[in-house]
């Protein structure tokens, strides 16, 4: 059968027989498969994680005839690794593992059979390893060993499971997912009271460091300070935590916001992160004699998320942030 992947793939069906659970791929696509050099296997993502690569993928990536096909093909790989010249080099857990081939439904509702994609570097270091210990090898097994080379080289300069990410987008999946993790341990849905959390002495060095007139105990402030405090502050937090606190804490029909960002931070993982950053950013204030001084320090021991940095950012004057 096809699997649509432009080439030969073998595929379960549904009344296989009892040959263990099926799993669901949630990432991959037949015409996005790993590829090195002039060499494509078609892989997927699986609802639990695993990174899988499609068993007839597998043997046409090193060039082994898939022959009669038994237990979705996974008798061709098993003779194959079990060879006189091979066995001795292949590890009993990566053996174990290719006698039992996962089931999976593929996102387009095909029932294939695979292995999870860090059995083929082993298998790829096993061919590898028996071609230098028996120059004399099977004279059939000599493009297999040059298919098994290059593609060792492929996983030595980007791990399998980086290639199966990029190749199923599950990487930007990944992303977002971690983004989620930590947006959940540093904002709460549930405002926190109103508590004094930048002491004076950040305001008092803010404003010598930009020029602007200090008067003790007064919170009127420039307009735009709040921007500063944005860069310096949440920018640097952690990734993502500021656009959060902006969704989170509208403006009112004013421009202002009612609360202070501070206040939708997790009380175990936000405040006290909040807390330690801002030390650290008054020490650096502290010694630095300049704005120049302080953003080099800043961007060199507290980098910001995005992509793009300024050494010594400029600023709309118009109020927004927590200042």
């Given at each position: 059968m096809r699997d649509g992947s432009g080439g030969s793939a073998i595929v379960a069906s549904d009344d296989d027989g009892d040959k263990g659970p099926v799993l669901q791929a949630t990432h991959?696509?037949?015409?996005?498969?790993?590829?090195?050099?002039?060499?494509?296997?078609?892989?997927?993502?699986?609802?639990?994680?695993?990174?899988?690569?499609?068993?007839?993928?597998?043997?046409?990536?090193?060039?082994?005839?898939?022959?009669?096909a038994g237990r979705g093909g996974g008798n061709r790989l098993t003779k194959f690794i079990s060879s006189k010249s091979l066995s001795p080099f292949v590890p009993d857990h990566v053996a174990e593992r290719i006698k039992a081939p996962l089931r999976f439904r593929t996102p387009m509702k095909q029932m294939a059979y695979g292995y999870?994609?860090?059995?083929?570097?082993?298998?790829?270091?096993?061919?590898?390893?028996?071609?230098?210990e028996n120059e004399k090898l099977n004279y059939q097994l000599r493009h297999i060993v040059v298919r098994a080379q290059i593609l060792q080289a492929g996983f030595a300069r980007i791990g399998i499971i980086a290639l199966v990410d990029e190749a199923t987008g599950y990487q930007e999946y990944r992303a977002r997912e971690a983004l989620?993790?930590?947006?959940?341990?540093?904002?709460?849905?549930?405002?926190?009271?109103?508590?004094?959390?930048?002491?004076d002495e950040f305001y008092k060095h803010?404003?010598?460091?930009?020029?602007?007139?200090?008067?003790?105990?007064?919170?009127?402030?420039?307009?735009?300070?709040?921007?500063?405090?944005?860069?310096?502050?949440?920018?640097?937090l952690a990734p993502g935590v500021l656009d959060e606190l902006r969704r989170q804490t509208p403006k009112d029909q004013r421009g202002r916001r009612r609360h202070k960002y501070f206040q939708r931070l997790t009380v175990d993982v936000g405040h006290p992160k909040l807390r330690e950053h801002l030390s650290s950013v008054i020490t650096l204030m502290r010694v630095s004699p300049t704005r120049r001084r302080f953003y080099s320090l800043l961007n060199r021991a507290l980098p910001r998320y995005d992509a793009t940095m300024s050494m010594f950012p400029d600023y709309e004057e118009e109020p927004d942030g927590d200042s």
């Open positions: 991959g696509a037949p015409d996005h498969p790993l590829r090195i050099g002039d060499i494509s296997i078609p892989c997927y993502v699986l609802e639990d994680g695993r990174r899988v690569v499609v068993l007839a993928g597998m043997l046409g990536a090193l060039n082994i005839a898939q022959g009669t999870e994609a860090t059995i083929l570097p082993d298998i790829c270091d096993a061919i590898v390893e028996a071609s230098k989620e993790e930590i947006l959940q341990r540093f904002i709460s849905d549930e405002l926190m009271k109103w508590v004094k959390t930048f002491p803010l404003f010598r460091l930009y020029d602007w007139k200090y008067l003790q105990g007064s919170s009127r402030r420039p307009g735009f300070a709040g921007r500063v405090t944005n860069d310096i502050i949440y920018e640097r």
